[in-house]
């Protein structure tokens, strides 16, 4: 119980450390590099939405080359794996299917680590219009996808999807990189989130498209359904459909290639990692439009107190920032993806997409692309943009945290009852909390896993331990594109897609994710809180090795009310 005596302790305590870290953060901007404390206390201005927009349509690419494949694999199936004589329409081989879902995620976890230590060593500018370029030529490419026979043509599409993976995983820690040490401190979290946040527009783009090309070519070629004759239901014209919906892809990345290019290098590169006081000095002159003054004699003491990567002091620093934003990353992207590439599985075994056999090929395209559609415009493209709006109030930290909670919630909530849901009076439920738990994914760890990384790193490793951190996710979304892909098979062997074994069932697959998710919960403790924090200061980059390691120790105590 607490006594007065007590209560008067923590308050003079309270009041001291308040008072410390305002004169910590005095000191701070006092010891740092004039040009960084003026990226810092900048206004927001146009160059910031220049700099969200070029960036952003980077992952507004990668998101549509990402999640477009889902929407064309029963074409694929129907397309290259038809079978004579079979009850339902041709489906691709589970090793096809986790091959032609998996691929590009492969490719983008290597070049997440790849270009994410790159761009330390390069710098971010000289390398990011190497993954623009690397997306927009295998963009068009898998979709001229070529081959004399079904292995042909699924072969020659895998290869050019790991190359645009790999260009994807570039764009990860690059984006996210610049725009964090373009950002002002007060909406920094805004910013980088709001660059994610295109990812959004990118899986809503994607059904958009797919639900034009297919109505389009839906129209012009009438074709009979499959149980009514299985070989007219897929026409010879069937085979541009997938391909123009891939091919798409390239058309923003290559409209900001230019402006890429045209972007300076970021100021904390230039003159904390390329030691060039002046050339920052100038550069972000004429980006602030203010005269900046050049502190070339400061350079090398803000640069002196470095480590590499793989040292002792490393590991005391942001071994567990390190640790905590990667397993985060990780159990998060083993539910996100498995749920974003098979919910036309999952909308099937509920019955919102009617059977196969009751379509065309090219129709069953359109079911599939509105069904997305509609749960990325109601759930997934407004979670991103509650996180851009609260993130910088609320923080990132309680942002992760509650979106780990609600995920598990609604992931029991669908798995617990399940049959309940696959009662057709019941399918409009089954959607709503589908929709919730994209919801708070979006609004929560799906976005609050690739703003942190990007902050509280120092400047000569921000880039790669982005890069580490986003490839850990990677690693979890090939365990959820695989092991969904097996799993999420009904327990029937009847029941289950050709060449499939039988798995656990939607049920426990969902039951499966919510323990995952629950996971999440506990990691995110690791992760510390940046908001209205410089990254010099958040990293603790300039300071004295004692008082930084201090400082984190204090920061890592997760404090409860009483």
Known sequence: MLTFV???????????????????????????????????????????????IIAGMGFFTDAYDLFSISLVTKLLGRIYYHVDGAEKPGNLPPNVAAAVNGVAFCGTLAGQLFFGWLGDKLGRKHVYGMTLMLMVICSIASGLSFGHSAKGVIATLCFFRFWLGFGIGGDYPLSATIMSEYANKKTRGAFIAAVFAMQGFGILTGGIVALIVSAAFDHAYHAPSYELNPVASTVPEADYVWRIILMFGSVPAAMTYYWRMKMPETARYTALIAKNAKQAASDM?????????????????ESSNSFGLFTKKFVRRHGLHLLGTSVCWFLLDIGYYSSNLFQKDIFSSIGWIPPA????????????????TLIALCGTV????FTVAL????GRFAIQLMGFFFMTVFM???????????????????????????????FGPNATTFVVPAEIFPARLRSTCHGISAAAGKAGAIVGAFGFLYAAQSTDPSQTDAGYPPGIGVKKSLIVLGVVNFFGILFTLLVPEAKGKSLEEISGENEDEDVVHDQQQASSVRTLPL
């Open 6 to 52: 007590d209560l008067q302790d923590i308050i003079v305590q309270e009041f001291k450390e308040g008072w410390s870290g305002k004169l910590r953060n005095l000191m701070m901007a006092g010891n740092q590099l004039g040009v960084l404390n003026a990226l810092d206390v900048a206004k927001t201005q146009w160059y910031h939405f220049t700099a969200i």
């Open 285 to 301: 002159s004429k980006v602030l439009q203010v005269d900046v003054l050049a502190e070339e004699s400061r350079v090398e003491h």
């Open 357 to 372: 056999k009751t379509m065309n090929a090219i129709h069953e395209v359109y079911l599939v692309a509105r069904a997305q």
């Open 382 to 385: 407004p979670g991103y943009w």
């Open 391 to 394: 993130i910088d109030y609320i």
């Open 412 to 442: 029991f909530a669908l798995a617990i009852p399940y049959h309940h849901w696959t009662k057709r009076s019941n399918r409009i439920g089954f959607l709503v909390m589908y929709s919730l738990t994209f919801f708070f994914a979006n």
